[in-house]
Structures are given as structure tokens and as C-alpha cells.
């Protein structure tokens, strides 16, 4: 099973999906995709950037 993410700009809800789905949607590379959830990209950005959020599974 591949993880979900929901991709954010600012405080809005882009999308929802797969690495892929998102890398597809914002026509990037998935590596690309997957940077935006990493503590480095946050440093470097400001809070209206593009922000990705991993989603966790109910129990």
C-alpha cells in the first residue's frame, strides 16, 4: 500500500493522493514531490509555500 499525502498551499487544501498522483498533479518529479515534506524544505520556505503532510493510517 503507497502512502497518502495532502499537498497544501498556504493553509488551502490542493489535492490528496499518492507521491505520483502529486507529482503528476504539479508536474514535477516525484523526488521532487517528496523534498516538500522534509523538515530542510520548511526551513528554507516560507508558510504561504507548498507544503505536503503525510497521512496517517486509522487504527
Given at each position: 500500500?503507497?502512502?497518502?499525502?495532502?499537498?497544501?498551499?498556504?493553509?488551502?487544501?490542493?489535492?490528496?493522493?499518492?507521491?505520483?498522483?502529486?507529482?503528476?498533479?504539479?508536474?514535477?518529479?516525484?523526488?521532487?514531490?517528496?523534498?516538500?515534506?522534509?523538515?530542510?524544505?520548511?526551513?528554507?520556505?516560507s508558510?504561504?509555500?507548498?507544503?505536503?503532510?503525510?497521512?496517517?493510517?486509522?487504527?
Open positions: 500500500m503507497e502512502l497518502e499525502y495532502a499537498l497544501y498551499q498556504g493553509d488551502t487544501l490542493l489535492k490528496i493522493g499518492t507521491a505520483d498522483e502529486l507529482a503528476e498533479y504539479k508536474q514535477v518529479k516525484r523526488k521532487t514531490i517528496l523534498f516538500y515534506a522534509t523538515p530542510a524544505y520548511r526551513k528554507r520556505t508558510e504561504k509555500s507548498l507544503r505536503m503532510i503525510r497521512l496517517e493510517e486509522q487504527a
